[in-house]
């Protein structure tokens, strides 16, 4: 995931609403979304990760890089197999986060979000900061969370309004995600790649030569513990598929995958 936000215990039917882009390189294999077992996932088929998924069993995660090439090490693992590794885990949030800190040092920078509809947690391995969260509507992009790129506030703020409105609509959220306006100038974050290119990654959705987003996913999780993950993906083609997931959350996070 690049581009992210979630609105956690915030509306009265779903306790979770959440809308994510992944950006990848177009000819980086991945695999769209399926259940496996009773994990519902992507895959990056180059190094075995995921970069979202949820279970049946109520178990969320969900990863994006920060954007400090100046933190950047060789050889080091994928990030991808931490959200992997919980969703297939047994591991409560918090015992699962503190495993994060003490190998901290062995992954790129990143953020993640894991945890349940009662125990959510986001944690970065930058500044080893450790946060339950609260119920609130929560963005997440290349920085820290809730970090103000305009990106990250706009998509934000789309899904606030989406809330207040309490009728929830699939495609109004795909839209948000689909947002390809750049941020203004004067606007626009500095983490030291590129102007232009700093200019181009400002939009929620990202399209360029050989990069750009790949996977657009929504997931809600209705109140009656029914859910169901929609997700839009485009092959090394430039072909795009739709997928709906739905699944049924039987109300014991910690089941082991089976």
């Known amino acids: 995931m690049c581009t992210l936000a979630f609105a956690y215990k915030m509306h009265p ?24 077992s009773n994990v519902i996932a992507g895959i990056d088929l180059e190094k075995g990760g995921t970069w979202t998924g949820i279970t049946t069993s109520g ?4 990863i994006t890089n920060y954007r400090d090439f ?24 918090l015992e699962y986060v503190q495993s994060l800190r003490a190998s901290k040092a062995a992954y790129n920078p990143y953020n993640i979000v894991i ?15 450790l946060m339950p969260l609260t119920p609130g509507i929560y963005g997440l992009s290349n920085a820290f969370l809730d970090t103000p790129w ?5 998509i934000k703020k789309a899904l606030e309004q989406m809330v207040g409105l309490k ?51 929504v997931i809600l999780i209705h109140r009656d513990l029914k859910g169901v993950l929609y ?24 089941e082991a995958l089976i």
């Open 13 to 36: 039917d779903y306790p979770f609403i959440f809308i994510g882009n992944r950006d990848e390189f177009f000819n980086r294999p991945s695999e769209p979304a399926h259940l496996r």
């Open 59 to 62: 178990r969320m995660a969900f």
């Open 70 to 93: 100046s933190l950047h090490k060789s050889d080091v693992a994928s990030r991808g197999v931490l959200t992997k590794a919980f969703l297939e885990g047994v591991q409560k949030p």
């Open 115 to 129: 945890g349940t509809l009662e125990e959510l947690i986001y944690y970065s391995n930058v500044n080893d900061q």
């Open 150 to 154: 305009p990106k990250v506030n706009k």
């Open 167 to 217: 009728r929830i609509d699939v495609q109004a959220l795909f839209g948000i995600l689909e947002d390809r306006e750049e941020a203004s100038e004067n606007e626009l974050p500095n983490t030291g790649i590129d102007h232009a290119l700093e200019k181009t990654l400002s939009a929620p959705f990202i399209e360029l030569e050989a990069y750009g987003t790949r996977f657009e996913t």
């Open 231 to 254: 997700e839009k993906s485009r092959d090394a083609k430039g072909i795009w598929r739709y997928n709906e997931i739905p699944f049924v959350i039987n109300n014991n996070p910690n």
